[in-house]
């Protein structure tokens, strides 16, 4: 029957029959019921957007409401619609439904500020993941498995942050739900960390890393943050950065949450874990991953550190001291026996906060991060290189003899130590044996008949009568100026040396010894040198550590870099050339197509990391 008949039949006007067509050619192109093609993108984001994603439920929570006619009054009323779905907790859907108040409690939470809604979350969450009756534990493959877990850590995050101070609040207490209240016990074991405790716990859920290639994290169940080491004021807290900070997890286990639900009092136990020592935990008969920020609590420590201010400060001025106690070795995490250190010396205006990107890499490496405890080296750069090594070897002394004065630890006696260009010469002054070489080189007197002040003459004999350190058992050269730097012996290097201001009681052993060099037969006119004329090739102190051969037992390994693609022999990395940094009888030496500073090149990195590996196995 044509449309015209049927409108004719029912005496209808002629504009309603227009409008009838129009209908019927509107419908054919999009029914009420239908589908559209989307890109694959917009159809992932709808699939797998959460509340933590999108700001907005799930479809699976939306989906729950719409069941039972509770999504308008969500708009309306959201604490309502909770309270009424939470009622209705013990029926067959009880999964379902807590997920829903889950991700539901979340929102609420975000839109309304009431932190009770965020730790509601977390209960709900852990309900669902961890139910009395395994049977209805969601499986491995339920996409709610992860929605919930995330609930989960962000929910104990956000309620238990105290935002005033950019904290997370895990003192036990009791604290009021939107069903209830919650008693919080705390489980001091995870509180304590090498010895010292944790404190000022900062959540790294919202944080942007920058300045580093990639951000290292791991998924899994907790609140990922970063703590605190409290300084003690023992003998040994000098070595641990001021501005420590650890990795770590919380967690908030409950025994019996579905009950707990019903009474309306709940009880759990905050636990803190070390992220580095426990990967994994346990709750009931499952083994789960603990969540973990290892990038950005490094990132976190380096935020505003003074470390970088002192690059150019620690290279004009000799007594510069950027720690008050005077601390030249220091260690981002606490001592942790088992671990062979790896002992990071930076290079010329530099500082360690430059080892940071390969410290990134080489830490988030289970093979490396488990076996391997880093510790860096900082030093007044301009002062002369015997003087800087003398500070770096008895350093490594006084940490050794503190940290293990008994000897049991067998994996500090395996240590390894990394220097990158002047850091590198003071590396090789741990494993040289001088003798009275650097003295003789110099002055024609032997040293035990110079007329020396005892202060001067002790001074001299640590830095320039050297032995190799027992326990240093392998070296790494990144660029190092072993037959000096063309820029120390040019018109920048002869500035350079005019910025340098050297230290009070460096110069009263120069006016002594320039009055030795004047009374005696030297071989050459003498002056107190700074780090840039200790790497001009004419320096008699260079020629002779060149000349030093490195001790027996003691691998070495070199990697130098020349920029462009000529031959390596012929390069450079535009301050020391590949003929000053090749050493003949290493174990290894790798050329990377790089500047000076290449410790951030991931060929470097990947170098390191080749040498670290084969390091282990070795043993």
Same mark, same amino acid.
């Given at each position: ?189 995870? @509180? ?151 002992? @990071? ?92 070489? @650097? ?181």
């Amino acid at each position: 029957m044509s449309i015209r008949g049927t409108v004719r039949r029912r005496g209808a006007p002629w504009w309603l029959g227009l409008a009838a067509v129009a209908s019927v050619f509107a419908t054919s192109c999009a029914t009420p019921v239908g589908v559209r093609r989307i890109g694959p993108q917009e159809a992932n984001r709808m699939l797998t957007a959460t509340v933590l994603t999108s700001g907005e439920p799930s479809a699976l929570a939306r989906e729950y409401l719409y069941r039972l006619s509770l999504a308008d009054r969500y708009r309306e009323d959201p604490a309502g619609t909770i309270a009424t779905l939470h009622e209705g907790l013990g029926q067959a859907d009880e999964s379902r439904r807590l997920f829903a108040l889950a991700e539901l409690s979340f929102d609420h939470a975000e839109r309304s500020g009431d932190r009770s809604y965020y730790l509601g979350a977390a209960v709900y969450a852990w309900a669902f993941l961890f139910p009395q009756d395994t049977s209805e534990r969601p499986g491995p493959y339920d996409p709610r498995a992860r929605t919930a877990m995330d609930l989960y850590n962000r929910g104990l995050t956000e309620g238990l942050a105290v935002p005033a101070l950019d904290e997370v609040d895990l003192a036990a207490r009791t604290v009021e739900l939107p069903f209830g209240t919650l008693t919080l016990d705390v489980d001091p074991a995870g @509180f304590e960390y090498g010895g010292h405790r944790l404190v000022k716990f900062a959540s790294l859920a919202d944080y942007e890393v920058r300045g580093l290639r990639n951000r290292y994290r791991r998924r899994g169940i907790g609140a990922p943050l970063a703590a605190t080491v409290e300084r003690h004021g023992d003998s040994a807290e000098r070595w641990i950065a001021p501005r420590a900070k650890v990795p770590v997890t919380a967690l908030l286990r409950f025994a019996d949450v579905r009950g707990d639900m019903s009474r309306g009092a709940m009880r759990g136990t905050l636990e803190l874990y070390d992220a580095d020592a426990h990967p994994s935990i346990d709750i009931g008969d499952l083994t789960l991953a603990l969540e973990a920020e290892t990038t950005t609590t490094l990132a976190y420590q380096l935020e505003g550190s003074p470390i970088w201010d002192f690059e150019i400060a620690g290279f004009r001025r000799g007594d510069f001291q950027l720690f008050d106690d005077d601390t030249d070795l220091v260690m981002l995490h606490p001592y942790q026996p088992g671990r062979i250190p790896v002992v @990071f010396v930076h290079g010329t205006a530099s500082s360690p906060a430059r080892w940071v990107e390969m410290v990134n890499e080489l830490k988030n490496d289970p093979y490396v991060g488990h076996r391997y405890q880093f510790w860096y080296f900082i030093y007044n750069t301009g002062n002369p290189v015997s003087y800087s090594a003398m500070h770096l070897r008895e350093s490594l002394q006084q940490v050794i003899q503190e940290l293990d004065p008994m000897g049991a630890d067998e994996s500090l006696s395996r240590m390894v130590v990394i220097g990158h260009s002047q850091g590198g010469l003071l590396t090789k002054m741990t494993v040289v044996n001088s003798g009275s070489r @650097f003295w003789d080189s110099e002055w024609a007197v032997p040293f035990d008949e110079a007329e020396l002040h005892p202060e001067t003459r002790d001074l001299l004999r640590r830095s320039m009568f050297i032995e190799p350190l027992p326990f240093v058992s392998r070296v790494i050269f990144i660029c190092t100026p072993h037959r000096g730097s063309y820029l120390a012996e040019n018109f920048l290097g002869k500035v350079a040396r005019r910025l340098v201001k050297l230290p009070a009681g460096l110069t009263k052993a120069g006016v002594e010894l320039m009055k030795l060099n004047a009374v005696s037969a030297a071989k050459t006119a003498w002056r107190l040198p700074t780090a840039i004329d200790n790497m001009d090739w004419s320096n008699p102190f260079l020629r002779t550590l060149d000349s030093l051969p490195i001790a027996p037992g003691v691998h070495a390994h070199s990697i130098v870099a020349v920029r462009g693609d000529g031959p390596p022999d012929l390069g450079d990395d535009g301050v020391v050339r590949y003929a000053s940094a090749h050493l003949d009888g290493v174990a290894s030496e790798f050329v990377v197509r790089s500047g000076h500073s290449t410790q951030s090149r991931p060929e470097t990195i990947e170098e390191v990391r080749r040498i670290l590996y084969a390091h282990v196995d070795g043993l």
